[in-house]
């Protein structure tokens, strides 16, 4: 294979049919962002509709603004938008809460949706969140309850008839190595249990087809590739057929069929509105929804098109320029198989990617030995992944990682 050269990647920037986005974007001058799997970078028209949120939506219309600013369908707006990235009917998402509250919300629910079930599935290395909240969710069901936590090739077999839920993330925080939603949704029903994915690192990043699997349930977090900003609210999907039978366990009064009748008895909203809890944050949902205004006008097959794309160089440009420097590829090299991220290991990692940053390429650190690169086609070029890999193998070549203050951990990696 011929080696790759810096006008191989011009070339692909004049043709690429993505990069009018970039411009929708604000990112410092001279930062390569490949992080946006963990906080997506800034519309800039979000600057401007949180200045009308603040100072004119709240600050004058005050508590009007549940009205005449519609605060009060911010959860469903935003979620029919998302909706629209994740294979998903209108009126099936809300974003609300927390990715791990709607985790809870969800998993619980499809526990009693399972009577005479007791067991919950996931898979060992499944984002901490998700392990954490199925572990407390079992300990809170009491001691008739399973929490099986199965690796990838048990999982088929694990799944029988005293299974409730199987509680999976799409697409690996680690890895980048993607589930085939539709195979194991279709495995799980045919021993009747329910199916929650976690769309964490999927809504966004790559098309999503939740109704074409068939999927049951799912959360996703909207701070990552749906760039809704930092603790943006996160969503949730409940499949049309199962709406009703949802029984809230956070029996919040947003998710009453009528929060102004005040009346003492819990009634729950038709349909997916019930899965609201508390009254939701009105300035972070108006970030997310301006973002998913844009996101919603994106092609998500050229952009899927373009990530694989640069997955692929990256891969190539580090084995290329790289090699004998002890890293090793934990993400699949076919990228029919990966999410839109590559990870590498090494045992320096966290240092190395500290020397990255330092030289403006953002990326992140994942223990014990991860170094994540995050590929969003919409604000990145193909000259940026070239430039990345060689400051990767100036950082390399000149041992500059060995510097006393990249050995520091600071409290996010
Ligand atoms: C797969 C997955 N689920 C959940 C979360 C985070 O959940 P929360 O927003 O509740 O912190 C993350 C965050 O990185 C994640 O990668």
Redesign the pocket.
């Known amino acids: 294979m011929t080696k790759l050269t810096r006008t191989d990647f011009s070339d692909l920037d004049a043709k690429d049919t993505l990069a009018q986005w970039r411009g929708e974007f604000s990112l410092p001058p001279g930062v390569i962002y490949l992080d946006g799997n ?1 906080l997506g970078a800034l519309p800039k028209v979000t600057l401007a509709r949180m200045q009308d949120v603040i100072a004119r939506e709240w600050g004058e219309d005050l508590i009007k603004s549940w009205n005449t600013a519609d605060w009060i369908n911010a959860p469903s707006r935003a979620g029919d938008k998302i909706a629209s990235l994740i294979g998903a009917n209108p009126g099936e998402v809300v974003a609300a809460d ?4 709607n ?1 809870f919300k969800l998993a619980a629910a499809a526990v009693v949706m399972r009577p005479g079930r007791h067991k919950i599935i996931t898979e060992p290395g ?2 901490p ?2 392990l954490y909240v199925l572990q407390g969710l079992k300990d809170y069901l009491g001691p008739d309850y399973i929490l099986e936590v199965a690796t990838r090739e048990k999982i088929p077999a694990a799944i029988d008839k005293d299974t409730a839920v199987v509680v999976l ?1 799409h697409v690996h ?1 680690k890895t980048g190595l993607m589930f085939d939603m539709a195979a194991i949704t279709r495995r799980a029903h045919e021993a009747g249990a329910l199916m929650l994915w ?1 769309l ?2 999927s809504a966004g990043a790559l098309p999503v087809d939740l109704n074409g699997s068939d999927a049951d349930l799912a959360v996703g ?1 909207g ?2 590739y749906l760039n809704g900003g930092p ?1 943006a609210p ?1 969503f949730l999907f409940v499949a049309k057929r199962h709406q009703e039978a949802i029984k809230p366990p956070l029996s919040g009064w947003m998710g009453h069929a009528a929060p102004f009748a005040f009346s003492d008895e819990y009634t729950p909203a038709p349909g997916i509105r019930r899965n609201l809890c508390g009254t939701p944050s009105i300035l972070g949902l108006a970030a997310l929804e301006t973002s998913l205004d844009l996101m919603v006008r994106v092609d998500m097959a050229e952009l899927r098109k373009k990530s694989q794309k640069m997955g692929d160089l990256f891969i190539r440009l580090v084995e290329e320029k790289c090699g004998g420097h002890g890293f090793g590829l934990a993400s699949p090299r076919d990228c029919a198989l990966r999410g839109s991220q590559v990870s590498l290991t090494h045992p320096e990692g966290y240092a190395i990617m500290q020397a990255l940053i330092a030289r403006g390429v953002i990326g992140d650190f994942r223990a014990p030995d991860i170094l994540r690169f995050g590929f969003t086609p919409l604000y990145l070029s193909y000259s940026n992944i070239w430039d990345a890999a060689l400051i990767l193998a100036e950082v390399m070549t000149g041992g500059l990682w060995r510097a006393e203050e990249f050995q520091k951990r600071a409290a996010v990696t």
């Open positions: 963990s927390s990715t791990s509250v985790l499944n984002f969140t998700d993330t925080y976690d964490s690192h977090c701070y990552k603790g996160a």
